[in-house]
């Protein structure tokens, strides 16, 4: 995408020509280079709804639990989202967060990750000693 906006911008080229040569659809390219969308604009789609401070701190108490034993499983983390986005005033509580919020999450944060949940009496030795 880039160098479809620098072809037509520095060089002169024909948007369609560019974004041919590129592989780039064309009125996207066309909306860059038309300024209608910024042209470093890298991600299309949604803007996250919690910025990246809120997001570290919901990263960093998943890390504290799971490190004191207590891993969360995705539905409890969506639902512990959820409760923060209430409290933050963000969201309502009848428009709770949903599973594609997470997967979200989850490309962002990529130093989460998902394991599955040990045994109940193997926490429990773990725990116990």
């Known amino acids: 995408m880039t160098a479809g906006y620098r072809s037509v911008k520095e060089d002169g080229m024909p948007v369609l020509k560019a974004s041919r040569v590129y592989r780039v659809p064309e ?18 789609g949604k803007v996250p709804m919690f910025d990246q401070f809120q997001e570290a701190k919901i990263v960093e ?50 130093e989460i990750r998902l394991t599955k949940p040990r045994g109940l009496e193997y926490a429990r030795v773990k725990m116990a000693s």
């Open 27 to 44: 009125t996207t390219l066309r909306d860059r280079v038309l300024l209608k969308i910024d042209p470093d604009t890298c991600v299309m």
């Open 61 to 110: 108490h998943s890390k504290n639990m799971a490190a004191l034993g207590y891993g969360y499983t995705q539905q409890e983390c969506v639902d512990a989202a959820s409760m923060y986005a209430v409290q933050l005033g963000i969201r309502t509580k009848d428009k709770p967060l949903t599973m594609s919020w997470m997967r979200g999450f989850m490309k962002r944060w990529t």
